[in-house]
């Protein structure tokens, strides 16, 4: 039971601030998307000139 009604402004304030909610979750979930397809790419390609070294012989010259 409200002892006193809501007044106008609060009314505007929250719908205000449930924009903003949204807005920040949709933002959110953009950057986890972006991050998971990022992090799951397989299909990289090295640059060019750069090849790997062979198996067994890093680091002796």
């Known amino acids: 039971m409200d002892l006193r009604a809501e007044h106008e402004i609060h009314t505007r304030r ?5 924009g ?4 920040l ?3 959110v ?8 397809v990022k992090i799951t790419q ?3 390609a090295r ?3 750069t ?11």
């Open 14 to 18: 929250k719908g205000r601030n449930v």
């Open 29 to 36: 979930v953009l950057i986890m998307v972006l991050t998971f």
């Open 42 to 44: 397989t299909d990289f």
């Open 51 to 61: 090849a790997m070294p062979a198996a067994g012989i890093e680091g002796t010259n």
């Open 25 to 27: 979750a949709g933002f």
């Open 47 to 49: 640059a060019p000139g």
């Open 20 to 23: 903003v909610g949204i807005m």
